[in-house]
């Protein structure tokens, strides 16, 4: 879970610190902080309902990538070279309940909406939405070695 800065405001430790407590208050399961690098990231992890939660935010104008294309003033610093390990690990949920592929998939870009494969609901669970033939796609696509290129169909 990556409780965000609102759009006008910029990232600190403390905003960070205290959206995840907000988050923790809201599903009423307490966040432990487990790591906080001072100005780039706060990493914590909680129990909802006896399951693990990642909860963390990070300074992404120092830690950043340019959120699948879709932002142009960031500079990526390298080509990608080995696979992205999230999609293996993680399922990506957006605000409505929106599935994506990938977290880099920023929902509030409209170019971003044909990456959706739906929504959770659209499921008969989230583990059928993570097995669904366009996220397992997507993961074959990613695990390779060598330059990146961007989706399955790339």
């Not at 409780?3 to 990232?11: A, G, K, M, V």
């Not at 879709?70 to 080509?79: L, T, V």
Request: hydrophobic share 30%; charged share 20%; aromatic share 14%.
């Amino acid at each position: 879970m990556t409780p965000h800065d609102p759009p006008t405001h910029r990232y600190t430790d403390k905003g960070a610190v205290n959206r995840a407590i907000a988050f923790s208050l809201k599903v009423g399961a307490q966040v432990e902080i487990e790591a906080l690098s001072p100005g780039l990231y706060i990493d914590g992890r909680l129990r909802y309902r006896s399951h693990p939660v990642k909860v963390y935010s990070h300074n992404f104008e120092k830690t950043g990538v340019d959120r699948a294309g879709s932002m142009k003033n960031i500079e990526i610093p390298h080509e990608r070279s080995a696979p992205c390990m999230p999609p293996f690990e993680t399922v990506t949920i957006a605000f409505g309940g929106w599935l994506y592929s990938c977290c880099q998939f920023y929902p509030d870009f409209p170019q971003n909406y044909r990456c959706s494969v739906g929504r959770v609901e659209d499921f008969g669970s989230l583990f059928d939405a993570y097995c669904s033939p366009e996220l397992a796609a997507w993961r074959r696509s990613m695990f390779r070695y060598g330059p990146y290129t961007n989706g399955p169909n790339a």
